[in-house]
């Protein structure tokens, strides 16, 4: 259920990125981003896929450029709670430690999932 957060936020992000409000945007995916980190890569598809259409509009490629940087640091700043909190590290960003409970615990676990 936690994906629907940053799907929300992704997909708002998406529509005002189209609104040529990208530093909007970059706030919104920067609370995307926060919310899963998953939503990382397809932010920055998102940005890449957008550029080639500021080639005429100079000032809004400037502001593109700003949006992502806005999304940058936004969510670097929302994830230092969680750096902070484990001894100002990126253990945070490891997989979880195995508790599936083996084969059994994997079959348990896609019967409950599906």
């Not at 936690?2 to 909007?24: H, M, Q, S, T, V």
């Not at 253990?91 to 079959?107: C, K, M, N, T």
């Amino acid at each position: 259920m936690d994906y629907i957060y940053g799907a929300f936020f992704f997909i708002l992000g998406l529509f005002i990125l189209l609104k040529e409000r990208p530093r909007w945007a970059g706030l919104l995916f920067a609370a995307a981003v926060s919310s899963r980190l998953t939503y990382g890569p397809m932010v920055a598809i998102a940005f890449l896929l957008y550029f080639p259409y500021t080639q005429e509009k100079l000032k809004l490629r400037s502001l593109l450029i700003q949006g992502f940087l806005v999304f940058l640091v936004a969510s670097s700043i929302l994830y230092l709670p969680v750096f902070f909190a484990s001894g100002m590290s990126l253990s945070f960003l490891a997989i979880g430690p195995d508790a599936s409970g083996g084969f059994v615990g994997i079959i348990a676990r896609f019967i409950y999932k599906n």
